[in-house]
C-alpha cells in the first residue's frame, strides 16, 4: 500500500474531506450545469477492490478534475480567461513534466498557497530580472570569478547535498505552469503529492506502474543491465516515476541509489523472514521513514542547524502548521527558498576517480541511456565511510555557475527567448509571477536583522526579490554554508510541516522512532543509505514500529 496506515480511519476522514469539498463545488456551479457523478463510483475500482490504494487514487483523480472545473467556470465568469493582461515577456514551459493526472493526495493538496498572505507583493520590472538574471548580470558568477578568495568559492557541505535537495523538490512539488505567466492561485496545481512519500521513485506502485518492477521478484524495483542505469523503452526514455530525476546525470545517479536501497531492504526482510506478501509493503515504509529522518536530522540539520531544527520540532511551526491532510507548498517555499540550491551548484564535477570534470549542462544533461563506463562514484559527491572527503558544494552568494546560465533545450524546450535559457532568470521571473513578497517585508514580518545596502549588493528599487534576497542572507550570515533566519525558518517549518500533516509520516505515528538499518556512527544519515548493503551486520535488537520492518537494530539518535 502507499502508506503505512492506509486503514479504515484514514479513507473514512478522506472521504469526509471529499464529501465537503465537492459540496461547496456543487453549491457553486451554475444552475442546469450536468451534475456530478455519485461520490461511491469514485471510490473503488471493482477490479482490484481489494486494494485500497486504488480507490483511493481514484478518488482523489477525480477531485482534482473537480477543482479544475471550478477554476476554470470562475476564470470564464471573471472575464480573465478570454481577455488576458499584457505579458512583457512571452511565458516559457518546464518541459520536464507534464501535469497528467493528480493521484495519491489529500484534498487540497493539489494546491498551492501562501505562507504570509498578508504580505504585499513585490512590484518588480520584469526587465530588470531579465538582465539580472542573464550572462553578465549579477547572478553570473563567471562575471565576478576576479572577486573570490584564494579559497575559492567552496563550501561546508559535499557537492551532492542540493542535488538530494532537488530529489526532495520533486517528491512534493511539480508545478506546470508557464514560467513567466499569468499566475492564479486558485489556479495552480501540483501535480505531487505535498508529502515525503517518496512518490518520486515509487510513483503508483506495483499495481499502477508495474513496468517499474521486476517481473521475477515483483517486491523489487527493476534496474537497467549492468545496475548504472534505469530500464529505458527502445527510444532511450527512462522508465521512471519521476522523469525529472533523468534530467541530469547526478540526479540520475542518486534516484538510482535509492531504487538499490529498497531492493537491499527487499533482501534485508527475506533475511529476518518477513512474510513474503508484506515484503514490498514494509520495504517501502522503511525507506521512507529512513529518507524522512534523513530530511530532519541529516539534511536540515546541515542546511539551517541544529537549533532551528530543534526549535521547530518542538515547538511547531509558527508560519507553517497545517492540519492532517490538510498540506499544501506555500509559494515562499517552492518559488523561493527551496530554490536555495542553485546557488549551490557547481560548474563542473569529477565523476570518477581520477577523471575529468564536466560542466553539469550540457554535458551531463539526461534523457538519454547513461554508458556503462561513466556511472558516478557517489563517494566524490558525498562524504562516504571510509573515503577521502569529497567535492564540496558551491558557497550561496547570489551567484549561478555558468553551466545553469544557458540550460540546454532537453531541458527548456524550444523558446525563441534566449533569456529563458539562464537559470537565474527563470527564478526570479517565477517569483515576480507568483506574486511573492519582498525578501525585506519577510524579514521584518519574521523580526531577521535586514540585509544592508551592502550585504544585498545590488540596489532595488522596489524592494528585493525573495529568492535573491535568501541566497544574500545565506552569503551574509553563513558565509554561504547554509541558510539564514529567512530561507532558514520557511524550508524548515514546511519540511517539518508537511511531516506532521502526514499522517502515514514517522513523526505522526511515533514520533519517537529511530532508524531501524544500519549506520557507521551512532546518528544514521544520508551516507548510510548510499552504501546499504544486503550483507551489512545487524546490531543488537531495539524497538520497533508498527508496520515496520523487524530489523536488527542499534537506536540512531
Known amino acids: 500500500m502507499t502508506h503505512p496506515t492506509s486503514g479504515d480511519a484514514f479513507l473514512a476522514n478522506l472521504e469526509h474531506a471529499v464529501r465537503a469539498e465537492l459540496s461547496r463545488t456543487e453549491a457553486s456551479r451554475p444552475p442546469g450545469q450536468t451534475p456530478l457523478a455519485p461520490i461511491q463510483e469514485w471510490l473503488f475500482d471493482p477490479a482490484d477492490a481489494e486494494r485500497e490504494e486504488v480507490g483511493l487514487r481514484n478518488l482523489l483523480g477525480a477531485v482534482q478534475a473537480v477543482a479544475t472545473d471550478r477554476c476554470q467556470h470562475e476564470l470564464r465568469r471573471s472575464g480573465s480567461a478570454s481577455t488576458p493582461p499584457h505579458r512583457p515577456c512571452p511565458a516559457a514551459q518546464d518541459r520536464c513534466l507534464h501535469l497528467v493526472r493528480a493521484v495519491d493526495r489529500p484534498i487540497g493538496g493539489a494546491r498551492y498557497g501562501r505562507m504570509f498572505p498578508d504580505l504585499r507583493r513585490q512590484d518588480a520590472d520584469p526587465r530588470l530580472l531579465v538582465r539580472a538574471g542573464g550572462k553578465g548580470g549579477i547572478c553570473d558568477a563567471a562575471a565576478f570569478l576576479d572577486t573570490q578568495s584564494v579559497d575559492g568559492d567552496d563550501a561546508r557541505e559535499a557537492a551532492g547535498w542540493p542535488f538530494f535537495g532537488q530529489l526532495i523538490a520533486h517528491d512534493i512539488t511539480a508545478d506546470r505552469s508557464p514560467?513567466?505567466?499569468?499566475?492564479?492561485?486558485?489556479?495552480?496545481?501540483?501535480?505531487?503529492?505535498?508529502?515525503?512519500?517518496?512518490?518520486?521513485?515509487?510513483?503508483?506502485?506495483?499495481?499502477?506502474?508495474?513496468?517499474?518492477?521486476?517481473?521475477?521478484?515483483?517486491?523489487?524495483?527493476?534496474?537497467?543491465?549492468?545496475?548504472?542505469?534505469?530500464?529505458?523503452?527502445?527510444?532511450?526514455?527512462?522508465?521512471?516515476?519521476?522523469?525529472r530525476n533523468d534530467s541530469h546525470a547526478i540526479a540520475l545517479a542518486l534516484h538510482i541509489a535509492l531504487l538499490q536501497a529498497h531492493n537491499t531492504i527487499v533482501d534485508l526482510l527475506r533475511v529476518n523472514g518477513a512474510p513474503e506478501p508484506d515484503v514490498f509493503d514494509h520495504a517501502r515504509v522503511t525507506l521512507t521513514?529512513?529518507?524522512?529522518?534523513?530530511?530532519?536530522?541529516?539534511?536540515?540539520?546541515?542546511?539551517?542547524?541544529?537549533?532551528?531544527?530543534?526549535?521547530?520540532?518542538?515547538?511547531?511551526?509558527?508560519?507553517?502548521?497545517?492540519?492532517?491532510?490538510?498540506?499544501?507548498?506555500?509559494?515562499?517555499?517552492?518559488?523561493?527558498?527551496?530554490?536555495?540550491?542553485?546557488?549551490?551548484?557547481?560548474?563542473?564535477?569529477?565523476?570518477?576517480?581520477?577523471?575529468?570534470?564536466?560542466?553539469?549542462?550540457?554535458?551531463?544533461?539526461?534523457?538519454?541511456?547513461?554508458?556503462?563506463?561513466?556511472?558516478?562514484?557517489?563517494?566524490?559527491?558525498?562524504?562516504?565511510?571510509?573515503?577521502?572527503?569529497?567535492?564540496?558544494?558551491?558557497?550561496?552568494?547570489?551567484?549561478?555557475a555558468p553551466s545553469l546560465l544557458e540550460l540546454p533545450p532537453q531541458l527548456t524546450g524550444a523558446n525563441e527567448n534566449a533569456a529563458f535559457r539562464s537559470l537565474a532568470v527563470r527564478d526570479l521571473l517565477r517569483g515576480a509571477s507568483t506574486e511573492l513578497p519582498s525578501g525585506e517585508a519577510v524579514a521584518d514580518l519574521?523580526?531577521?536583522?535586514?540585509?544592508?545596502?551592502?550585504?544585498?549588493?545590488?540596489?532595488?528599487?522596489?524592494?528585493?526579490?525573495?529568492?535573491?534576497?535568501?541566497?544574500?542572507?545565506?552569503?551574509?550570515?553563513?558565509?554561504?554554508?547554509?541558510?539564514?533566519?529567512?530561507?532558514?525558518?520557511?524550508?524548515?517549518?514546511?519540511?517539518?510541516?508537511?511531516?506532521?500533516?502526514?499522517?502515514?509520516?514517522?513523526?505522526?505515528?511515533?514520533?519517537?522512532?529511530?532508524?531501524?538499518?544500519?549506520?557507521?556512527?551512532?546518528?544514521?544519515?544520508?551516507?548510510?543509505?548510499?552504501?546499504?548493503?544486503?550483507?551489512?551486520?545487524?546490531?543488537?535488537?531495539?524497538?520497533?514500529?508498527?508496520?515496520h520492518v523487524e530489523l536488527d537494530t542499534e537506536r540512531h539518535r
Not at 224 to 239: H, I, S
Open 179 to 243: 514560467i513567466n505567466g499569468d499566475t492564479e492561485l486558485e489556479a495552480l496545481r501540483n501535480a505531487r503529492g505535498p508529502a515525503l512519500d517518496l512518490e518520486m521513485i515509487y510513483a503508483d506502485g506495483p499495481v499502477g506502474a508495474p513496468f517499474l518492477f521486476d517481473l521475477a521478484d515483483p517486491a523489487k524495483f527493476l534496474l537497467g543491465l549492468t545496475g548504472g542505469d534505469v530500464p529505458r523503452n527502445q527510444q532511450g526514455v527512462a522508465l521512471i516515476g519521476d522523469p
Open 289 to 400: 521513514w529512513h529518507y524522512q529522518w534523513i530530511v530532519v536530522h541529516d539534511f536540515l540539520p546541515r542546511l539551517v542547524g541544529d537549533e532551528l531544527v530543534r526549535r521547530v520540532l518542538a515547538e511547531g511551526g509558527r508560519w507553517y502548521a497545517p492540519q492532517p491532510l490538510q498540506a499544501f507548498i506555500p509559494l515562499e517555499f517552492a518559488d523561493a527558498a527551496f530554490r536555495y540550491g542553485h546557488a549551490q551548484i557547481r560548474h563542473s564535477y569529477q565523476l570518477t576517480e581520477g577523471g575529468p570534470t564536466y560542466p553539469l549542462f550540457p554535458d551531463l544533461v539526461g534523457f538519454g541511456p547513461r554508458p556503462d563506463d561513466e556511472r558516478i562514484d557517489l563517494g566524490l559527491l558525498f562524504d562516504l565511510p571510509g573515503r577521502a572527503l569529497a567535492q564540496r558544494s558551491k558557497q550561496v552568494d547570489g551567484r549561478l
Open 446 to 547: 519574521l523580526g531577521a536583522a535586514p540585509l544592508t545596502k551592502v550585504e544585498l549588493g545590488h540596489d532595488w528599487p522596489r524592494g528585493t526579490p525573495l529568492w535573491f534576497y535568501i541566497l544574500k542572507e545565506a552569503q551574509a550570515r553563513t558565509g554561504g554554508d547554509g541558510l539564514g533566519p529567512v530561507g532558514g525558518r520557511i524550508v524548515t517549518e514546511v519540511l517539518i510541516g508537511l511531516l506532521r500533516a502526514d499522517p502515514t509520516s514517522f513523526l505522526s505515528l511515533q514520533p519517537d522512532w529511530v532508524p531501524t538499518l544500519p549506520a557507521a556512527t551512532s546518528c544514521f544519515g544520508l551516507a548510510d543509505l548510499l552504501t546499504l548493503r544486503p550483507h551489512a551486520p545487524s546490531p543488537p535488537r531495539g524497538s520497533e514500529s508498527p508496520d
